[in-house]
């Protein structure tokens, strides 16, 4: 096994991911920031933060999936999210959620981290989704 998650003891909980990653591979994935569009650039879930969660980690799927990974490399995520409140984190793990089974994404999650922001590169875009993953 390439990834090791853990959450040591006395680590804040209860939270839905793990706090440490150990990766013994020697091949590093990178998977750049991914959104909520199609291959031909259309827009998914305009609005709609569940959406657009859904569709950029199905995104970053595809992604690890070029590079012989799945969710299951994993050593950290990265989210970023526009504008973001504490009400909104409901709706963001409904997304998570929608395509947990599909993907392949460990319960509890890898290391990640969400990161409020004010604006993504384009005004529809809601969410962004970085991928670090290790393989022998």
Known sequence: MTVQLLTPEGMFQPVPYHHVSIGTGSRQVH????????????????GDLTGQVA????????????????????????????????EKMDDFMAGLASVSDELGI??????????GVDYLFEPDVLVEVEAFAVLD
Not at 34 to 41: G, S, V, W, Y
Not at 56 to 69: E, Q
Not at 106 to 115: C, E, F, G, R
């Open 106 to 115: 460990p319960s509890p999650l890898p290391p990640v981290s969400l990161i």
């Open 31 to 46: 998977v750049a920031g991914q959104i909520a569009r199609d291959a031909e650039a259309n827009h998914i879930a305009p």
């Open 55 to 86: 569709q950029a980690l199905r995104n970053t799927a595809r992604g690890l999936a070029g590079a012989g990974a799945t969710f299951a490399d994993v050593v950290r995520l990265r989210f970023f999210v526009t504008h973001w409140s504490p």
